[in-house]
């Protein structure tokens, strides 16, 4: 390459996003629990307006997304005109970062946090600053701490992504009216469905004009192979997003696919109890085999070890067995592993292999 030829301030600093695992060598029957998939997929009448879809795959899909927005509107009851819809929420959240932060400004996230957030923070030339956490919850007084007058974005996942944990209503609140003027409240939404009766921060972003929420089709529909996500936020900052995203950004099938997955509230409630039931019951297992893990509101345990070691000797004990789990050294939680709540099965089969580890079956 060229001397002249370099890429933008912060790109090389970036680490390459690793994706959960799915392949194990030489063992068949993989069960992959490292990506926080839905183990039931899509509804039927999601995938069956997905192939719909198929038939019109000469022309190009909506630009303005209007009939997912006016299905996410009609679900969450939420001002379409002010709904955005990305590739995944990831590129809600990348397109806020490169809108909002650029050489000299800081976007701060919490220690545990989802790992894109640096990777968002240093391709837009941002610095990324890192606060702690309190026992891997989200601590709002460190964060407020952190904030001066070059932050322009906090992200906060809530559910959180690895830790599981939540904190409530009042205390994100509290974070964006403590925040800097010049600071936007990206509230990462990925797991909100998870939370029955959780409005995922839709009342805060509708009361102020700092707050944006990003939610995902990736999760709790079953559609993480699709990538759509989608952004609420005041309509300053949806006129921003629009402007500089692709004009056909979503595939139509995606676009059906999202719209049919988000009016199938009653697949939703399903993947809903289902995923409650089993995670509690593994949290429980696995308690009782000596692994504890905090209370997990999203569709994945923490499953917390006495040390590195042992979370890496069970790792390698779960992929014998073939069950892929996913590693959080990289997250600062060297002595945990976080597992994805499969279905029963799946649950039953972790359950057993964590006892033959603990030397209890
Ligand atoms: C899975 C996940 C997402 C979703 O990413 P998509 O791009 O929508 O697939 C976003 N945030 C967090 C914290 C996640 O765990």
Same mark, same amino acid.
Not at 134 to 146: C, G, K, M, P, T
């Given at each position: 390459m060229r001397k002249g030829i370099q890429p933008q301030p912060g790109i090389m600093d970036i680490a390459l996003y690793q994706g959960g695992a799915s392949h194990l060598d030489g063992v068949r029957n993989v069960l992959k629990l490292s990506s926080n998939e839905n183990p039931l997929g899509p509804s039927d009448a999601t995938k069956e307006a997905a192939i719909r879809a198929c038939h019109d795959l000469h022309r190009y899909p909506s630009t303005d997304h209007g009939p997912l927005r006016q299905a996410i509107a009609d679900v969450w009851d939420v001002d379409p005109a002010r709904v955005f819809c990305g590739v995944g929420s990831g590129e809600v959240l990348k397109l806020l970062s490169e809108a909002y932060a650029g050489p000299g400004d800081e976007v701060v996230f919490t220690e545990h946090g989802f790992s894109m957030y640096p990777i968002y923070a240093h391709a837009c030339g941002a610095t990324? +600053?890192? &606060?702690?956490?309190?026992?891997?919850?989200?601590?709002?007084?460190?964060?407020?701490?952190?904030?001066?007058?070059?932050?322009?974005? +906090?992200? &906060?996942?809530n559910p959180a992504n690895p830790t599981g944990t939540m904190i409530g209503q009042a205390e994100v609140a509290r974070l964006a009216d403590g925040l800097p003027p010049q600071a936007l409240l990206v509230l990462d939404g990925a797991y909100a469905e998870f939370v029955d009766g959780f409005d995922a921060g839709k009342a805060l972003v509708e009361a102020r004009d700092n707050v944006v929420m990003s939610r995902t089709f990736s999760k709790i529909y079953g559609l993480g192979g699709m990538r759509v996500g989608w952004g609420y936020g005041p309509q300053a900052v949806i006129d921003v997003l629009n402007r500089i995203r692709g004009p056909f950004n979503l595939s139509a099938p995606a676009l059906a696919a999202a719209e049919a997955a988000v009016r199938d509230t009653a697949h939703t409630q399903k993947c809903r109890i289902e995923n409650a039931k089993w995670r509690d019951w593994l949290a429980n297992a696995l308690a009782e085999l000596g692994v504890p893990s905090d209370t997990s509101t999203a569709n994945f345990i923490l499953a917390r070890f006495a040390d590195e070691a042992e979370a890496n000797a069970c790792d390698e004990h779960l992929r014998s067995a073939g069950i892929i789990v996913r590693k959080v050294a990289g997250y600062g939680l060297p002595h945990c592993l976080r597992m994805t709540v499969g279905d029963e099965s799946a649950c039953r089969r972790v359950a057993h292999a964590v006892a033959q580890f603990k030397g209890a079956a």
């Open positions: 990324p +600053v890192v &606060v702690p956490e309190n026992e891997r919850v989200v601590d709002v007084d460190a964060i407020l701490r952190a904030c001066g007058p070059k932050t322009r974005l +906090v992200f &906060v996942a």
